[in-house]
């Protein structure tokens, strides 16, 4: 930008002028068609306005170039009237030519542009001359990548070459991995909601935290595990020389979401389900998943910035200043909402598309007070609009890879995030670090069917068709044994809900455990369902025989809820009672003095007691 005036609030263009040094008029002179020499301030002043005008200025804003004029008709065009660099380059991927001039901004040379645009304005009587003949600018439009994401994707970065003076750029392939969330979310939400019901999910009392212990349960019951595997990656990554550990994204995800959407709570040490959970087991994983999408924007319990671990002060003095995360979340989800299904985007692109399109928002109104590793030197409120990048950047990359992906709301494409090139390399105390953040990996991204479905763009959704293996033989002797290749994770999972394990491939049907299977709220008929789906062949006659037992036993009781007992000094008054028009709709014979109230009744059958005259006194029972 100029080192004219910095005003923004230039009415004139005469008033623009007045503030320019003469050796800068003398410049921007230089580029207009008028060879009047002139040396006082005054007049080139006069000249450049005189070009400035009428018919002079249209010939003019011909000769700059479409980035340019571009600049040029976003001021004039914009809600603001002001230039605003970080949204210019996310809409056009570049700056206009200002001109040119040394390393560190000085010896100057004006392009034609500085000729419009004094500090972010464009002076009034300028701009409308301007508005009589320049068009508005383009619409912002979304770039795709398109229905398939490459195998590699091309990374560049920018480095100063010392020899030469001059920058050069660096580029380099990185493989990609996909992860089609869509298909693995349904089963991973079924599975983590069965692992906590069944005591697994153990986490902190004081920050529901869950332990690394309940992180590496969660993940070995989810479709494919986790998204990185340090291990291996510490393996492949030239010996370890390039190595930073990433942790868990899924697994902390699904403890986070299964409290956060109220499907879970903490009881103690565990989570247990609520009723929200339990129902959430008996609905198709969609309706489940939308649920816990929708609770998840609005839940307070916990800012996802708080996972870009390098970034300090969020809990100090930094936390009055961040803003609300509801705020936040919407605003990711309203441009998510915007994409097509099924097509690739990469995560530049989308960031680059909110700017442009003014959907920014801020992680924090108080950056100074974050810092990475010493909270004087590395403070971070000296970022201006580099703080798009560093802050809010990051916390998009951890909303949409950590939580939306985990949902299944969108299928990723990412790479190692030690890889990739780094735009934090300038802020003091980062030296040692191999990322930011361990979602910087987030390369690309598609919104799902389920996805469009959770954010409300459908009414229905229909699950992909997936083909279910069968990989179990069911034996008459009620033993059901893996074959082939064995079982998926979650199949193993189901199989130790509702039979009892004799080896790592053989299970055996046992009343006993179908029967607490059934208290806990898992229905038979399901898992009646998974065997025959996955059967090699039709289940032998004693399986069906006793299956069908188990049903029968099963339907056999009725739990019709917990009734308050109250005993009458008579038989006679307890018929009295139970057969008055007044009572009898509340309560009923439980013997030949003793009548049954259902709690939720109580209250109305006191009141029509009272009115035949009889009142129950309260018990201290």
């Not at 005036?5 to 921007?28: H, M, N, R, S």
């Not at 200025?57 to 600049?71: F, G, P, S």
């Not at 909110?354 to 000296?382: C, K, Q, R, W």
């Not at 361990?438 to 409300?456: E, K, P």
Request: glycine residues 8%; negative net charge.
């Amino acid at each position: 930008m100029p080192r004219y005036p910095i005003i923004d609030d230039i009415i004139t263009l005469q008033q623009a002028l007045e503030g320019i040094i003469v050796d800068d008029l003398k410049k921007l002179k230089a580029l207009l068609p008028d060879n009047t020499k002139v040396t006082r301030k005054a007049d080139l002043v006069a000249v450049i306005k005189e070009q400035m005008q009428g018919q002079n200025l249209k010939q003019v804003w011909m000769q700059l170039d479409d980035i340019q004029k571009a600049a040029v008709a976003e001021v004039i065009h914009g809600q603001d009237g002001y230039y605003h660099p970080h949204v210019f380059r996310a809409k056009y991927g570049q700056e206009p030519d200002w001109g040119k001039s040394d390393r560190y901004g000085y010896q100057q040379e004006p392009s034609l542009l500085r000729l419009f645009l004094y500090g972010r304005t464009i002076p009034d009587d300028l701009e409308e001359e301007l508005l009589r003949f320049v068009p508005k600018p383009k619409e912002t439009s979304l770039n795709l990548v398109g229905d398939t994401l490459p195998n590699s994707i091309e990374v560049s970065a920018e480095k100063y070459n010392y020899s030469t003076g001059e920058t050069d750029i660096e580029k380099w392939e990185l493989p990609v991995t996909v992860f089609e969330m869509e298909l693995a979310a349904p089963k991973d939400f079924a599975a983590v909601l069965r692992l906590i019901q069944s005591g697994k999910v153990a986490v902190s009392e004081k920050t529901s935290l869950p332990s690394a212990t309940t992180m590496k349960a969660i993940a070995a019951v989810l479709q494919g595990g986790d998204f990185y595997n340090d291990a291996q990656r510490k393996a492949a990554l030239e010996d370890g020389e390039i190595f930073g550990e990433i942790g868990n994204i899924k697994p902390f995800a699904w403890a986070a979401i299964a409290q956060g959407s109220k499907l879970a709570e903490r009881s103690g040490k565990k989570l247990v389900l609520t009723k929200a959970g339990l129902k959430a087991l008996q609905e198709p994983p969609a309706k489940g998943l939308q649920t816990a999408w929708k609770c998840w924007l609005k839940t307070k319990t916990f800012d996802e910035f708080r996972r870009i671990d390098a970034i300090k002060g969020q809990t100090g003095r930094g936390a009055n200043g961040m803003t609300a995360v509801a705020d936040r979340r919407d605003a990711i989800a309203s441009i998510l909402s915007q994409c097509p299904v099924g097509k690739w985007i990469l995560f530049d692109a989308f960031s680059s598309y909110m700017l442009a399109t003014g959907h920014e928002f801020e992680v924090t109104e108080e950056p100074y007070y974050l810092y990475i590793s010493e909270a004087g030197y590395g403070n971070l409120g000296d970022l201006g609009s580099y703080d798009w990048y560093i802050l809010q950047e990051r916390y998009m990359r951890c909303f949409l890879f950590e939580y939306a992906a985990t949902l299944g709301m969108i299928d990723v494409g990412y790479v190692d995030p030690c890889l990739v090139p780094i735009d934090y390399e300038d802020l003091w105390g980062t030296d040692d670090l191999e990322f930011l953040s361990r979602y910087d990996g987030l390369i690309a991204f598609r919104l799902t069917g389920l996805g469009a479905y959770c954010l409300g763009l459908t009414d229905n959704y229909t699950p992909p068709a997936i083909a279910i293996r069968q990989t179990l033989r069911v034996l008459p002797n009620l033993e059901i044994i893996a074959a082939g290749d064995g079982v998926e994770t979650s199949d193993a999972i189901a199989l130790d809900i509702y039979t009892k394990k004799v080896s790592d491939v053989v299970w055996r049907l046992d009343r006993p455990k179908i029967f607490a299977a059934i208290e806990n709220g898992y229905p038979l008929a399901e898992f009646t369902e998974f065997l025959e789906a996955r059967s090699i062949e039709p289940l032998p006659q004693t399986v069906q025989q006793f299956l069908t037992d188990v049903t029968e036993r099963s339907n056999s009781l009725q739990d019709l809820g917990t009734v308050k007992l109250i005993e009458c000094t008579t038989a006679h008054l307890a018929l009295l009672i139970a057969n008055d028009s007044r009572t009898k709709k509340f309560c009923q014979l439980a013997g030949d003095r003793t009548l049954a109230v259902q709690l939720g009744q109580e209250t109305k059958f006191r009141t029509a007691l009272r009115q035949m005259g009889y009142v129950l006194p309260q018990s201290d029972k």
